[in-house]
């Protein structure tokens, strides 16, 4: 009786052992297809776009429908901002001062605010929407934004207490400091109008300058010092990310995978104590190269069908070359 209890129990945990192995694999593999051809996600829909996209341009593009006065603003402005900004807008301990330091700019102690210093009233309320209060961003509705807006205006003696801000009027508020910025003539940025698209003539060149002037840890030095820096052991590494979950390069560190200290010239199947290779492996007889990893790695089944490995292949040519040097370099055992 009670033998046989302890061979159901036996028995049952050895299924059920292989049942959360299988389902195990059923949820790694997909997922890993879905990593490796980096199609994660799903695109945004127009409705979040819209959430995001919040920025309003000096002309006035992108402002909301909606309204407020400084008037309108007072308490709020006392509840919501004075604890930080005064409630004049004076500014409280170290938080910035919202108001005043017009004519300053040029002295020895420029005090830079909304009212001396910015050149668009517009980015007030881009920023006060997208930022403050301080600590509950984006907790006020548009007609309060309006109103902080026309307040701290208001504040800066730019707008009357009852002068409406709305879509149409703020853009039309001057600022005192609107000329008060100079083109960079610096001779490394370009002038003119910014360019927004194909704006790279030819392929940027990688310089390297890191290296030569040696602030790169030694290992790698020595891997990409090679002026060949078309392969590069570092970007291999980032490459080694999709291998990670079951590899380590540690010796004796058997994940879901076999270690890979010391890959190449090593026999393939021969980490003595990993116990999951499949009979594919274990019968190939082959001695790990660059050159038939680079062939495994290409493609695992069809290299080797019967393979375990639940890999679906490195297939960009230029990922695996980096992966490979990574590899070479990495995993030798020194
Ligand atoms: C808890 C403190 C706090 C509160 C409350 C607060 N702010 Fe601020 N505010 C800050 C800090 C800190 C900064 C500077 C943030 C930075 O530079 O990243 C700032 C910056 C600003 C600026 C830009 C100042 C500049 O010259 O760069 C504006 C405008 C502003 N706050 C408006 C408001 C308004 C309007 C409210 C109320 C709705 C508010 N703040 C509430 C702390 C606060
Ligand atoms: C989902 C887990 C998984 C991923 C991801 C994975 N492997 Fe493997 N790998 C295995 C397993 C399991 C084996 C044993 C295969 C066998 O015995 O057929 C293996 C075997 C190997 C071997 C042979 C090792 C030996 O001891 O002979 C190499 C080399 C290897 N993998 C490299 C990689 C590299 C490089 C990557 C990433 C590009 C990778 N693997 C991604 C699980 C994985």
Redesign the pocket.
């Known amino acids: 009786m009670f033998v046989s209890d302890n061979l159901k129990f036996e028995i049952q945990t050895k299924i059920s052992f292989v049942v959360c192995l299988f389902l195990a694999l059923l949820l790694l593999s997909p997922m890993l297809q879905a990593v490796e051809k980096l199609k994660l996600g799903q695109p945004a829909t127009a409705k979040e776009i819209k959430g995001w996209d919040i920025d309003i341009r000096p002309d006035g593009k992108g402002l909301p429908v909606g309204r407020g006065n400084a008037i309108d603003g007072e308490d709020?402005?006392i509840q919501?901002?004075a604890?930080?900004?005064g409630e004049f807008a004076e500014g409280a301990g170290r938080?910035?001062v919202?108001a005043g330091g017009l004519d300053s700019l040029d002295t020895h102690d420029p005090v830079?605010?909304?009212g001396s210093?910015?050149p668009y009233a517009t980015t007030?309320f881009d920023?006060?929407r997208r930022?403050?209060?301080?600590?509950h961003a984006q907790s006020?509705s548009d007609d309060e934004v309006y109103a902080?807006t026309a307040y701290?205006l208001y504040s800066n003696d730019l707008i009357e207490e009852n002068f409406e801000l709305n879509q149409n009027t703020l853009a039309l508020v001057e600022m005192p400091n609107r000329n008060g910025f100079i083109k960079d003539d610096r001779p490394d940025v370009p002038m003119g109008e910014p360019c927004m698209k194909n704006c790279l003539s030819k392929k940027p060149v990688v310089i390297g300058k890191a290296r030569q002037i040696n602030v790169t840890p030694d290992e790698e030095v020595s891997s990409a010092d090679a002026s060949s820096s078309a392969v590069d052991a570092g970007r291999g590494e980032a490459v080694f990310a999709q291998c990670a979950a079951c590899h380590s390069i540690d010796e004796g560190d058997n994940k879901f995978g076999p270690s890979l200290h010391a890959l190449v010239g090593k026999k393939a199947g021969g980490v003595a104590n990993f116990s999951n290779y499949s009979v594919a492996m274990r019968a190939s007889n082959l001695v790990w190269s660059k050159d038939n990893l680079r062939e495994f790695l290409s493609s695992p089944q069809q290299f080797m069908p019967g393979t375990s490995m639940p890999f679906g292949g490195v297939k960009d040519q230029a990922e695996l070359n980096d992966l490979l040097e990574y590899l070479e370099i990495s995993t030798t055992g020194n």
């Open positions: 709020m402005f919501k901002c604890s930080c900004h938080y910035p919202l830079k605010t909304v210093y910015w007030a920023y006060i930022a403050m209060p301080f600590g006020l902080m701290i």
